[in-house]
Each structure stands twice: as C-alpha cells, then as structure tokens.
C-alpha cells in the first residue's frame, strides 16, 4: 500500500511507477483525510510526500500525527527540487518513529514563483536522474531493504532553524488573485485544505493559512506561474518571505 500527497503531480507520479512495478495499491492522503480513513493495515506500506522548506508540508504532517500504519515493511519517499532536507527526521517524528527507510527522488521543483520551469531544458535540469532514482527506489522496496537512502540531505539543526518559517510562508495573505482570474473555481475544488471559496465568481481565501502546496497556482488557467506556460496574472504569490 502507498499513500501520497500531490498537489501538482510529482508524488502522485512517483506513487504510480512504484506501484505499477510493486503491485501496491496506492491512494491519495487528501481523499484518506476526507473520509476520515486513518488506520491502515498491509505488509508493506509506503508515505510519498514532497518537501516544503527541507522538511514537510503541514498536510503530511497532520496525516502522520493521526495516521495508525500496521507494516511489517513501512518506509518513505521524499520528493524534491534542490533537497530532501530534514524531512525523514521529520517524518519519523510525526509518526512515532515507525519508518524502516527513506528514499528521495529529485524531481522539477515546483516553486515556481522562483524555480522557473517554462521549457523542456529548464525542466530537464531538475529532472535528468529521475526516471533513474524511482527505479533504484523500486529495487530497495522490492529487496524490503532498511536505512537511510535519501540523497542530498541536509543537518537537522540547520533545518530546524529554517523550518519554522514555513509558518509565515503558508500564510494566506501572501497570494493575491489578479483581473485575468476567469472565475473557473479549480483552485477552490481543488484545494486539499479548503482555505478557498468561491464568492461573486472570484476565489477568496478564508483561512489564515494553507499548506502552501501552489495546486492553486499550477491548476489556474491564466496563472502567471503555470508549470505549462506564463499566461497573464491571474494569480500571484508573494515570494518575499520564502526561504
């Protein structure tokens, strides 16, 4: 069994290789949280989750804080752009220090708002060894080999200064909707936290904060950040108080 986060694709991606080579089933952490499914039981269950400021994004981690996993095989991937930081340790945490391994696959990171993926070279640049790293990860999980195999790490204290600003970048005031939204209401549908609605044919935000997962940005029609192309101004974020 795998469980993923995917806002804009990459974990739901990296779920479906594994699966397909292993034969686990896999299923999305925002469907798990909306059904109030916690408690899962399996030989071998895998969390798939993307990095957020070296470590996790505040949706893994509430799933693992109420997650039960029975495994005999439980382990983790981190997907990332430049690093997985601490995001193991953090994982272990969370979970009450369950996970037999970690694995990492470097793939196009999707902070767009500074990383620009406008074209195929650009894109190539993060995700030249990525094919490759998910096939060693499968060769591990099919081994059921233990211990640690995230790549590109960085210190637990560096990353426990850096983490917590991860709290002001989700805050919701730093994403603004501009003249080009066309009122399609994507990002509000599709938002795993519910911070959006759609009021008078506009998305609002109504909490104070998100998980800063951008499926919001990369989802918009007109976004200025779209992962596909720029097209227009529909929706910005302000990048100022990233790390």
Request: hydrophobic share 35%; charged share 20%.
């Amino acid at each position: 069994m795998l469980l993923y986060f995917s806002a804009t694709g990459n974990c739901k991606y990296v779920a479906s290789r594994i699966s397909q080579a292993t034969g686990e089933e896999k299923f999305s952490i925002v469907d798990c949280l909306e059904q109030g499914r916690l408690s899962f039981r399996d030989k071998q269950i895998g969390i798939a989750s993307p990095t957020y400021d070296w470590a996790l994004p505040s949706f893994t981690r509430e799933f693992l804080a109420k997650a039960n996993l029975e495994a005999g095989y439980p382990y983790y991937v981190a997907t990332y752009g430049t690093t997985p930081g601490a995001s193991s340790a953090y994982a272990q945490k969370y979970l009450g220090g369950n996970f037999d391994a970690f694995y990492s696959v470097r793939m196009p990171d999707t902070w767009t708002p500074v990383f620009d993926l406008s074209t195929p070279e650009k894109v190539a640049a993060f995700s030249g060894s990525t094919e490759d790293e998910i096939d060693s990860v499968i060769r591990h999980l099919e081994a059921q080999d233990r211990g640690q195999f995230m790549r590109n790490r960085m210190p637990l204290p560096l990353v426990a200064v850096v983490y917590p600003f991860y709290e002001r970048v989700r805050r919701t005031s730093n994403l603004h909707v501009g003249d080009a939204c066309i009122g399609c209401g994507l990002c509000a549908r599709k938002c795993p936290v519910h911070a959006i609605e759609m009021r008078d044919g506009r998305p609002v935000w109504v909490k104070g904060k998100c998980a800063m997962c951008l499926g919001c940005l990369h989802r918009c029609p007109n976004s200025r950040f779209s992962t596909e192309t720029e097209r227009g101004r529909a929706l910005t974020v302000n990048t100022r108080t990233r790390m």
